[in-house]
């Protein structure tokens, strides 16, 4: 499928903050192509009883039924920067979010960020000035900075259906880190 250059930009704009009916079509397409990237995120983790969760974008939140499955006794927080993504992840986990959450990470608690690796990255068509793209280096230039601790990089491949509509075999990570 062949996109015009405004229709490349308006999905830039979309995948970058998300809105409206286009920002919920966008976000269900994300979590069906960003799924195994979760779940291997999700699988590192790990996750036991009494753990504490934060996600960082996690845009729909079609995923937070397989962390609950896992086990229910732990505390999940999610941020969200698209308030149509953030108010679609509470009508669609209306059961699981509406108990009291607490944002905790404790001394060395488990952080783990998962990302699409810049080369593979630059070559989409959508991407142009709204996404900062990242590798190993820029990760762990960032991580340095902070309190963090990189414990490990998971590096994986899986074929998706990207945004424009081709397939594609896309090359991600996974970062485990602690905080001290």
Do not use: W
Not at 12 to 20: A, D, N, R, T, V
Not at 126 to 142: A, G, W
Request: glycine share 4%; charged share 30%.
């Amino acid at each position: 499928m062949k996109f015009t250059a405004e229709e490349l930009l308006e999905i830039e704009k979309q995948l970058s903050f998300p809105e409206g009916e286009s920002g919920l079509k966008i976000a269900e397409n994300m979590n069906e192509s960003n799924i195994h990237m979760t779940i291997s995120a999700i699988d590192s983790l790990d996750i036991a009883n009494g753990n504490v969760l934060l996600e960082i974008g996690h845009g729909n939140c079609g995923h937070l039924n397989k962390i609950f499955d896992i086990t229910k006794n732990i505390k999940y927080t999610g941020l969200e920067i698209s308030d149509t993504l953030k108010n679609e992840a509470e009508r669609m986990n209306h059961e699981l979010v509406k108990d009291e959450i607490y944002i905790i990470l404790r001394v060395y608690g488990v952080f783990v960020l998962a990302f699409a690796q810049k080369e593979f990255m630059k070559k989409l068509p959508f991407v142009k000035n709204k996404f900062r793209l990242y590798n190993h280096e820029d990760v762990n230039n960032l991580v340095n900075q902070t309190n963090f601790r990189i414990t490990e990089f998971i590096d994986k491949k899986d074929i998706v259906k990207s945004k424009s509509g081709d397939v594609v075999e896309r090359e991600y990570t996974v970062v485990k880190m602690l905080k001290s």
